[in-house]
Each structure stands twice: as C-alpha cells, then as structure tokens.
C-alpha cells in the first residue's frame, strides 16, 4: 500500500494526472483476464485482444 500511497503523490506532484486513466484501464483489463481464467469466457475474452 505505500507504493500506491507514493504514485499518488508523484502524479499529484509533477501534475501527471494524465496517466490515472491509463492506469484505470490496464487494471481494469488484468483483473478482466485473472477472473475469466479459469471460465467458459475465457476464449472469447482473449480473442477480443
């Protein structure tokens, strides 16, 4: 938690907000792949990238 606890820091301190919805959407997509791993989904979630 302190690693995220300094990101947020370092984007609130070099005005770096910017990079927040880049961050949002690669979190968004890992934990999309890690909970249709093991699912019938799983096939049809990987062929969309």
Known sequence: ???????FFFLRERKKWWLMPLIIIFVVFGVLIFLTSGSALAPFIYSLF
């Open 1 to 7: 938690m302190e690693f995220l606890k300094d990101f």
